[in-house]
């Protein structure tokens, strides 16, 4: 069986590391805010190409602290693309903002540029992009429909870490840039995690105290702000993880172009184009028969995952707060499927899941 994801086996090769490093954190002594954070925010920081790195509990409050640190007057309308993960949306919400949603391209699952100006009204104040399966947006055309506009740009990197756009870094294009270290995140630690990059001092300032109470210098409190730290033990397998990155991209790249090269032309593939430094968090391919594929592959010996089965205007907990039709986040979430591309996958599994394709019996041989 080919597995969809197995951290056990991406995280085996840095056991010592990581044993070393839990191993430094329990004899410190020091559990929260410490070294291993400070050394950690600076480190991501210079990674992202970022003058701060704000590190907070997970990726959700990364995106819900960044909103709310805008400042925005309440009930402000915030553009997201209809087929985000859920999260995005939430954080929106949970700042106390409409969401306004706009369909994504077909082609890249990414926020579509040329719809934003049938989305904008006089309350619109900010545009949350998501860059999707590793894939940047269209960043020169939707921060410069942003500056004409006068709305703030918030960058959900959660699925992005590394990737750019005509050269230049997600996370670096608007104010705030926010990431999720979940454990099957390009870069994971091994519990929850997250962080937000910035080149904005007060934006940053705002930030640190608002993971910690509201406060930067103990029991003077700033801010109404909440309990969201990133803990030494998390902080330090980052720091691991970290200098591994670029070779995690690397090697999901080099698997990415195993299945270009290999998968057969008809089926619908993940766009790729020169401005776009793909990381690929996700291989996302598109099917008509998206759910008989994905028994079939299972059938013979491999996993995949979809991303995402229901689009957010059709989760139960958005029934009466997002209304409208969505036809593309529809289509897209009807046709995804997710194929094997993680760090602990050999080029060795990707040829043989591409091998497979070459033997689908024609009824499956059917381009989304
Ligand atoms: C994973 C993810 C998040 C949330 O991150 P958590 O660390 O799980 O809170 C947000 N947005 C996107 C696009 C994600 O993939």
Redesign the pocket.
Known sequence: MIEYESLAQANRPLMEELEAAASRVIRSGWYILGNEVSSFEAEFATFAESKHCISVA????A?ILSIEALDLPKGSEVMVASN??I??ILAILRAGHKAVLVEPERETFNMDPERLPAALTPDTRAICV?H?FGKACRMTEITAFASEHGLQVIE?C??SHGARYDGRLTGTFGIGGCF???PT?NLGALG???AIVTDDDEFADRLRHMRNYGSKKKYENVYIGVNSRLDEMQAAFLRVKLRHLDQVTDHKRALANLYFAHLPEWLTQPLRRSSEYDVFHIFGIRHPARDELRQWLLDHGVKTEIHYPIAPHRQKAMQGILSGNYPIADELHATELSLPISAGHSSDEIERVCSLFAALPDNLKLTA
């Open positions: 997970n990726g959700l409050d995106l985000t993960y999260a995005t998501t999707l959900d959660a699925q999720s270290f979940y995140k929850d995690a997250g």
